[in-house]
């Protein structure tokens, strides 16, 4: 096919008229569309459309250029000289073509077309033939040679810049591939595009709500940011790690932004999981790369999201465990403990398992700042929903404060989406404004969605849960010796329904009877009012009489406070299975007889007994503040410890 110009002439480049065919593909009518300007970018580079351009010049050659004018045989083409019928010869390397006029029609004839204005053409494939040339002077033929430049460069087009270009082509292609699977093969070592430190974060303060404690905590960060000679002058050390943990969705990485937008600094985000690398050695060297990039940048923050998937204790790993995870643990431990206070580089990082970290992550100088970043309660629901909803057109009868009442145990990301899902409700009903109805089917959604991880109370269960936790936080008020009430709260976590928080007053290494005792007086005041108002008992202190239980065996067993067993430790301390370590506790052996075990289980059923009717007797006599609570509990969802503080003034 070298012999001739497929681009000669008045024909179209065939590759130009392959492309003018629009709406053709050749991946038949499932196949992309070519009207998509992005999806045309990349059919460009598929290989069936090279694949496709090289079978249609091929074949456009073979169709309207050889066959059109088949090589004859060579004895006819001489004896068509031999008859004069060819005047005139143009000899070639590879053909020799025969003309039935004597002068070339100029501009109009074409090699190897087969019809000319004023005759016919013959074609064949020369033989080396000296009675040719003699043949030709004595008919009078004039002949000439053709010089070949012309499809040399078909030639050299064919041979050498098509193959290369279609190599070069697939290459590209492969690499643009393996660049979307997020791998570049020749940049091992080196860190990806993500690591450039954003500046100029938009995010404030303002935009994130429903965790003002995390907040408050937070602020002062921003202010070592801002000034840290106040902090460095009074000799004070400006913290390197603050960890925020919480449930998913409920906006850590958003704060991480709004502390960076508050202080005006850089911002430097990683995902743990980035890494985590296939190759030894590649996290560590993005650890390294990361804080040298940062330190240049100070004062900037650095905020690894997903801390534990390097932050995984090294302990719990049987097996060797994971080199690159732990060599890229290492150097983050070696990183954080290479700057001082001083240099402006604060690190936040965010998890929600705070119990799977290495130990060594939250000693002091490294994380050792936790703020806690819970899902909200009613009033920071509602302030959410109307952070995002300010840019959506709410019809006049929405009521975000409704919404947020039907939300409980929604985190910042669910409400968020919420919004939006309604929004696109209201636009599919051909609606010009979002309605509460809206609203309704995308909670309705949503829940649906949420109740696999976490459950959603129904009205009545949401009673029971608000009577139980003031029923805890009552008892534990009334018994004197008690830790204080930190919180009570009836937002759902996980399967637990509510919880109260107690927060030690101090730390207590030894614990005495009466402590004990008021102890699993709390953890049965739960049950205690749930049986006062609704005059059953239901499974929700299942978790709470475990617990109890477990005190009062304790109790007999252990300390010798039973009055049998007065001084009497019934239990002894194993040596534990093979492989256990100091981590875990060691195995507890009994060592004592059947009918020991009969008093031990009568003994724990009598105390637990008798605890329980001293929490009814101290919830019955007051009644009314136990409604109180469980009311503001329903009402707001939690209490902190200056409101419960008030409450219990207020019922004196
Ligand atoms: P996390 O990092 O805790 O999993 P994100 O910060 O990624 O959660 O939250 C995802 C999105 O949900 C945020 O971009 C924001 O739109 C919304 N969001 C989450 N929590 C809040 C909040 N407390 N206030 C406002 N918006 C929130
Ligand atoms: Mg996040
Ligand atoms: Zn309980």
Redesign the pocket.
Known sequence: MSDVNPFGGEEEPPDKRKKDQGSWTPFGPNGPKLPDPKKFKGWRFSLIYVAVIVVGMSLFNYVFLNRANPPIDYSDFKARIATGEIKRVELTDSYFTGYTNTQPASGQTLPGLSRTDSGQVYRTVPIGDPELITLMDEKGVSYYAVSQQGATVINLIFSWVLPIAFFFIIWRFLIKRLGNMGGNVLSVGQNKAVIVAEGDIKTRFY?????DEAKEELVEVVDFLKSPKKYTDIGGKIPKGVL?V????????????AVAGEAGVAFFRMSGADFVEMFVGVGAARVRDLFKQARDKAPCIIFI?ELDAIGKSRINNIAGGNDEREQTLNQLLVEMDGFDGTSGLIILA?T?RPDVLDPALLRPGRFDRQVL?DK?DLK?RE??LR??SKNVKLAPSVDLAVIARGTSGF???D???IVNEAALLAVRGGRKLVEQIDFNEAIEKTVAGLQKKTRVLRAEERKLTAYHEAGHALVAAFTPNADPVQKISIIPRGFALGYTLQMPMEDRFTVTQSDLLGRIGILLGGRVAEEMISGEYSTGAANDLTKATDIARKMITDYGMSERFRHVALTSRGAGMLGNTAQQEPMFQREYAESTQQYVDEEIARIVDREYAKAKDMLGSRQDILDRVAGVLLDKETIDEKEFRVLLEEAR
């Open positions: 935009d994130v709500a429903g965790v925020l919480g449930p998913p969705g409920t906006g850590k990485t958003l704060l991480a932004r999201d965010a929600n970043v909200p920071g302030e959410i952070i995002h985190a910042g990301a409400l968020a989406n």
